[in-house]
């Protein structure tokens, strides 16, 4: 049976202080539930800060990007070493808003829109990076609104997934956990329907089947993210396929966030 995985993304939010106070709430809010694993991922900033908070606790700490070299002249940028030594046991890797398909555009400045210009390739090789230094991947995949209205959802899911698998033994695809976050579902209280997600989620265990064999694939974590929140949850983890959520606006609240755990777990303990 899979465990259900809800996974907090921070996003560009709480200076030390506040995540200090989050993860605690969070860690508190949620001790007595069991049969979820619980994933924070602060920012980079407060990654040493929400290590410490958790300490002792089954919770598990992620980050939200890496880069794939070890080290080197690359400025502004993060390896996977450096996340371990932080104490990261996850880490999330092409997001859209990072992949440069986020559907939102900066008003003032729409050329900003491929600002972070992850694409299949880099989120290959961070893949890649990651697993070789014992991290394990989140990876995201999702089609933007014109692409879902094109007809295209699955083809763009297939192409991302396949790629972010390649070069990738059986046994490192058993550590990735994918996430599908439909692009126009994300921070827009439009959630995708459920039965949807369900679908979407199959044809990636189905892609996954391909690389690693059935029994495997059925092993393997998917979660489905975009505006989930304490309101859809249990709906969500009533779907057969969908294996928790990667959470964004409603993992800043610690009621809400500990509310989706205690439904996932319950849905998925029953
Ligand atoms: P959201 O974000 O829950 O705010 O829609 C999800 C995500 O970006 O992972």
Same mark, same amino acid.
């Given at each position: ?44 900033? +407060? ?19 890496? #880069?794939?070299?070890? *080290? ?8 996977? $070493?450096?996340?371990? *030594?932080?104490?990261?046991? #996850? ?13 939102? =555009?900066?008003?003032?400045? =729409? $050329? ?67 996430? #599908? ?12 329907? +459920? ?9 990636? $265990? ?8 059935? +029994? ?7 979660? #489905?993210?975009?505006?989930? *929140? =304490?309101?859809?949850? $249990?709906?969500?983890?009533?779907? =057969? ?30």
């Amino acid at each position: 049976m899979r465990i259900p995985i809800m996974a907090g993304n921070w996003k560009m939010n709480c200076d030390n202080d506040e995540a200090w106070d989050l993860a605690v709430a969070v860690a508190d809010g949620v001790e007595e539930i069991e049969g979820c694993q619980v994933v924070l991922c602060p920012p980079f900033t +407060a990654l040493s800060t929400v290590e410490e908070a958790l300490e002792g606790t089954d919770l598990a700490l992620g980050a939200q990007d890496l #880069y794939w070299a070890d *080290s080197g002249a690359f400025t502004g940028e993060v390896s996977a $070493r450096m996340l371990t *030594s932080c104490g990261c046991e #996850y880490v999330i890797i092409g997001h859209s808003e990072r992949r440069g398909r986020f559907g939102k =555009p900066p008003e003032d400045d =729409p $050329r900003l829109l491929t600002v972070f210009g992850d694409n299949d390739a880099t989120v290959n090789r961070k893949v890649r990076a990651a697993v070789a230094a014992d991290l394990l991947p989140i990876v995201c995949v999702g089609e933007l609104l014109s692409e879902r209205e094109a007809g295209q959802t699955d083809e763009v899911v297939r192409q991302q997934v396949l790629a972010a698998l390649e070069g990738l033994a059986e046994e490192d695809i058993l550590d990735l956990t994918f996430a #599908y976050e439909p692009v126009w579902a994300i921070g827009t209280g439009q959630v995708c329907d +459920a039965p949807e997600a369900n679908r979407v989620i199959r044809l990636i $265990r189905d892609l996954l089947a391909e690389k690693v064999g059935t +029994a495997e694939a059925e092993n393997l974590a998917i979660l #489905y993210g975009g505006s989930v *929140s =304490p309101d859809n949850i $249990r709906g969500l983890m009533e779907q =057969p396929e969908i294996d928790g959520g990667l959470v964004g606006g409603a993992s800043l609240k610690a009621e809400a966030f500990c509310e989706l755990v205690r439904v996932a777990a319950e849905v998925r303990g029953a």
